[in-house]
């Protein structure tokens, strides 16, 4: 008879590999001081690279656990974050994956990021609007321009300032007291405002007043002539 039985003789699977403890040697971390509000900024780091392991931005005086912008440590020893919209006392931070401990910290001060916009002061409904502008020109930043009374955080037509500037934007279709806004693509936040009143435009039309059904007549207008308008 066999000395055991085939089950027994199956091998068995090997024990899972034990993880490795967490590291928690000190990290260094560098950085600048100051950001523009939205800016994306490059922070260089040493530190053990657990399994996990990442940097951030945080507030200064935010728990260890907590995380901003933020990448895995795997990713390179040079690392990119967004910087908040939030003005204020900011912390970059090493943390590991797992106990999150804080290895290493430096201060960073988020500062307010301005702009400014140049249009003329009135557009036709529908036509484009010719904008200069500066700005922080972060990553999603548009320009728009809306009804006066639209809440913040809304848009209208846009343009990304990714365009360059000078950049257009199409106006509404509706008359009246319109304002052009850069937003931030980060929350939708409104860094300059100008007022822009959009007026109604100077149309005409003259053709004959009958007309043999299938045949065609001349028809002069005046008009915008904004792209995509047709007689009918």
Known sequence: ?????????????????????????AATLKAPERVDAG???SVAWTGPD????????????????????????KQGSTLELTAPIAPGAHEVRYVTGRSKTVLGRVPLEV????????????????AQLSVAWTGPNNPSDY???VPKETPDGQYGN???TD????????????????????????GNHVLARRPVRIVAPDISLSA???????TTIAVEWKGPNNSGDYIT
């Not at 089950?7 to 899972?16: D, S, T």
């Not at 004959?208 to 299938?214: C, D, M, S």
């Open 158 to 160: 846009y343009t990304t």
């Open 50 to 73: 657990n399994r996990g392991d990442f940097v951030t931005l945080v507030r200064s005086d935010a728990p260890a656990a907590a995380y901003g912008s933020y990448k895995d440590t």
């Open 111 to 126: 500062v307010p990021a301005g702009a400014t916009l140049e249009a003329a002061a009135e557009v036709v409904l529908g």
């Open 208 to 214: 004959p007043a009958e007309a043999i059904a299938g």
């Open 163 to 186: 365009k360059g500037s000078p950049l257009s934007v199409s106006a509404p279709p509706a008359a009246g007291d319109g304002e052009l806004r850069y937003m931030t693509g980060q």
């Open 1 to 25: 008879a066999p000395a055991t039985s085939p089950a027994a003789a199956e091998p068995k699977p090997a024990a899972a590999a034990a993880e490795p403890d967490e590291v928690l040697t």
């Open 143 to 145: 320009i728009t321009l």
């Open 39 to 41: 800016a994306v900024f």
